[in-house]
């Protein structure tokens, strides 16, 4: 899924290249520092205490984060531990708004 994300986004001219980074918070922290645009994983892998802390900074910073729907990423109690339905970071709203389209 995720490979198939990317290769729409650059078919539409969103994305240009491919940043490895190992963990979620390294890539998180890629879209942060911005040597990345967009961190794109449209299916579960992810925990909460993986993107919690990247999702607060990157937000702070002017970016956004959600699953693969577009929904918010939830951290109360009673919420499941793992990122069920992905993560989508990016940069700005607008990039967000496009890579949730197309992870759809």
């Known amino acids: 899924k995720t490979q ?3 290769d729409r986004l650059t078919a539409m001219g969103v ?5 490895q980074a190992g963990g979620a918070g390294h890539k998180m922290a890629r879209v942060i520092d911005g040597a990345a645009d967009i961190w794109v994983m449209p299916m579960a892998g992810t925990s909460k205490w993986d993107t919690c802390a990247g999702e607060a900074i990157l937000v702070a910073a002017g970016g956004s984060v959600s699953d693969a729907a577009g929904g918010l990423l939830q951290y ?3 919420a499941a531990m793992s990122n069920t339905e992905g993560v989508l970071a990016a940069c700005s709203q607008r990039l967000l708004k496009i890579a949730i389209d197309v992870c759809k």
């Open 76 to 78: 109360d109690p009673d």
């Open 4 to 6: 198939e994300a990317l």
């Open 15 to 19: 994305a240009t290249g491919a940043v």
